[in-house]
């Protein structure tokens, strides 16, 4: 029943064109055609079908690190300031996606999360490039405004993020919201487990869950939700 009242309230152009918008990603400062083929079909609860996601490949990641290295300079004070103003709208969008949450107007920054030490980088298995880009990995019940406040932390550094297939509608929100003022520091990939595990190669992760990261993973952080 929530789900439903959701959609009544959503923008319905947004609604309206949610097939297209989960089928791109954002990289390099624009919205694009995934360069992969899987698709994975979306059905949330409220509405018959949202469309799908094209899980993006190692030539989507290799894109979306080109982006983010050679973005300006975020500014983050404009990127809080924007999802102030957008959030709202991304609570029902995550109604519809069967996930049930406070938004905040105004998600406090987080700390910069800390560089994985000598040790870490050693015993990797995953990651080739400990000194890339943060890659932000979200489990769907992460709250959205703590993944917002990571992306705004972090959009210094530069940030590929791969949000749960579950809540790529809200990643899509969240991420039209913010993308102006990060100035191409900022990419989103949809995608399953085997992208997230591909963008794991490039640079230190980020886990966003509840769950264990996978073993040998080299971490900027951690954050789990409350």
Not at 63 to 69: I, N
Not at 143 to 153: K, R, S
Not at 160 to 170: D, F, I, M, T, V
């Amino acid at each position: 029943m929530e789900g439903h009242m959701a959609v009544d309230r959503m923008d319905p152009q947004f609604l309206a064109e949610l097939n297209e918008r989960l089928f791109v990603h954002y990289t390099q400062g624009a919205w694009r055609a995934p360069l992969g083929y899987r698709l994975l079909n979306l059905r949330p609860a409220g509405v018959a079908r949202w469309g799908g996601i094209i899980c993006g490949d190692a030539r989507d990641a290799a894109r979306a690190l080109a982006g983010v290295a050679a973005g300006g300079t975020a500014d983050t004070a404009a990127m809080a300031q924007a999802w102030a103003q957008a959030s709202a709208g991304a609570a029902d969008i995550r109604a519809v996606e069967g996930l049930r949450e406070r938004l905040s107007a105004a998600p406090l920054p987080s700390d910069a999360a800390p560089r994985p030490t000598g040790s870490e980088i050693a015993s990797n298995t995953l990651t080739s490039n400990p000194d890339g880009p943060a890659i932000l990995l979200s489990a769907a019940d992460t709250p959205l405004d703590e993944i917002v406040a990571l992306l705004i932390a972090q959009a210094a550094r530069g940030v590929l993020w791969k949000p749960a297939p579950r809540a790529a509608a809200s990643a899509h929100y969240a991420m039209r919201a913010l993308a102006p003022a990060a100035q191409g520091r900022l990419a989103l990939l949809q995608g399953d487990h085997q992208t997230g595990a591909e963008l794991a190669r490039h640079g230190p992760v980020i886990w966003a869950s509840d769950t264990p990261p996978p073993k040998g993973m080299v971490l900027l952080g951690t954050h789990r939700g409350a």
